[in-house]
């Protein structure tokens, strides 16, 4: 049986705007803001890197509740013990991603058009990051931005449950919600923040608002 996952607030780390606190104390400082999920994302930190900061952060975030995904590094994520794995299009399959995590672990799909997102298997992933709803400092490489019409279609288009992605801040939440989105991921709108647990609580409170 897999964990049941809240993707209201999910942060996804980044260690650059992360420097100067560190990625673990933000991420403990904003789980206790109200962050339901974080990500560990380092694109150059290699695998040995991932692994010592994964174990940090599950020590952190143990007894919180909050999910801790690691992104696209798979053999990271099963030696930190993580929560899940979120992959991108260009990245491992599916298939090999959820043979590799095991079926209790969760599996997050990267998606930027409802073509894509009719596509995912339900009975693999468990969630997709559907967007981008804006362009994105964080990630230079992202797709063209679809807006928050782009991001409706893509979420009517999906078997499976939707974060928001893309450029997102806590004004955003309630439109992201709009567009069928289940919460929302952002970076830079914690990452950096000189109160990382007040940003969190930020848009935990918008997503509360939204939901009525």
């Known amino acids: 049986m897999r964990r049941q996952i809240d993707l ?28 339901t999920m974080v990500q560990l994302r380092d694109k150059d930190g290699g695998t040995a890197r991932m692994v010592e900061t994964g ?3 599950k020590a952190a975030l143990a007894g919180t509740g909050a999910a ?24 491992m399959g599916v298939a090999e991603a959820r ?39 964080t990630k230079l490489d992202h797709k063209t931005p679809v807006g928050f019409d782009g991001l409706a279609a893509q979420i009517a288009a999906s078997p ?10 806590a004004g955003h939440v309630a439109a992201s919600l709009g567009a069928g989105a289940q919460g929302v991921a952002v970076v830079s709108a914690i990452c950096g923040q000189p109160d990382p647990e007040a940003a969190a609580r930020e848009i935990a409170w918008a997503v509360a608002a939204a939901r009525g």
Not at 73 to 83: K, L, P, R, S
């Open 99 to 137: 043979a590799r995590i095991g079926p209790d672990a969760i599996l997050g799909l990267t998606v930027e058009r409802p073509d894509l997102a009719a596509a995912v298997d339900p009975g693999a992933v468990d969630y997709i990051g559907a967007g981008p709803v804006f362009a994105t400092p």
């Open 160 to 169: 499976v449950p939707a974060v928001a992605i893309g450029g997102l801040k």
């Open 8 to 35: 209201s607030v999910y942060l996804v780390l980044d260690p650059g705007l992360c420097a100067g606190i560190g990625m673990v104390e933000t991420a403990r400082r904003a789980v206790a803001g109200g962050t």
């Open 68 to 91: 801790l995904i690691v992104n696209d590094d798979v053999a990271a994520a099963v030696e930190i013990g993580a929560d899940g794995i979120h992959i991108g299009q260009g990245d």
């Open 55 to 57: 174990r940090a952060l």
